[in-house]
């Protein structure tokens, strides 16, 4: 299975929590960076958040601080822990793996939606 596979989505109020998850093949996991992206509506998709193969994570400016990536290598999945949600989190939100030298990723998952109500 080359496509990541994520879950987790829902809606939420505003300053609540949610977990998304990814699960990746073991060869992709164990070889390959991973990232989360979002497209809200009416919105160019954009870069939330990444893991390198080295553990490496870095955070778009506009959630740092509140999302927190983890990465359980037994059951080679990946979380992003949400925190204090903001209207504007709702998206749908995109998990990828295996990032080329290019910066684009190889792999995409079918996305799950976010919906964060004031």
């Known amino acids: 299975q080359s496509q990541p596979v994520e879950s987790g989505g829902g809606s939420v109020q505003a300053g609540g929590s949610l977990k998304l998850s990814c699960a990746a093949s073991?060869?992709?996991?164990?070889?390959?960076?991973m990232g989360w992206y979002r497209q809200a509506p009416g919105k160019e998709r954009e870069l939330v958040s990444t893991?390198?193969?080295?553990?490496?994570?870095t955070y778009a400016d506009s959630v740092k601080g509140r999302f927190t990536l983890t990465r359980d290598n037994v059951k080679n999945t990946l979380y992003m822990q949400m925190n204090s949600l903001k209207t504007e989190d709702t998206a749908v939100y995109y998990c990828?793996?295996?990032?080329?030298?290019?910066?684009?990723?190889?792999?995409w998952g079918q996305g799950t939606q976010v919906t964060v109500s004031s």
């Open positions: 893991i390198k193969r080295d553990g490496t994570t």
């Open positions: 073991g060869y992709i996991f164990s070889n390959c960076g």
């Open positions: 990828a793996s295996c990032v080329t030298t290019a910066g684009t990723y190889v792999f």
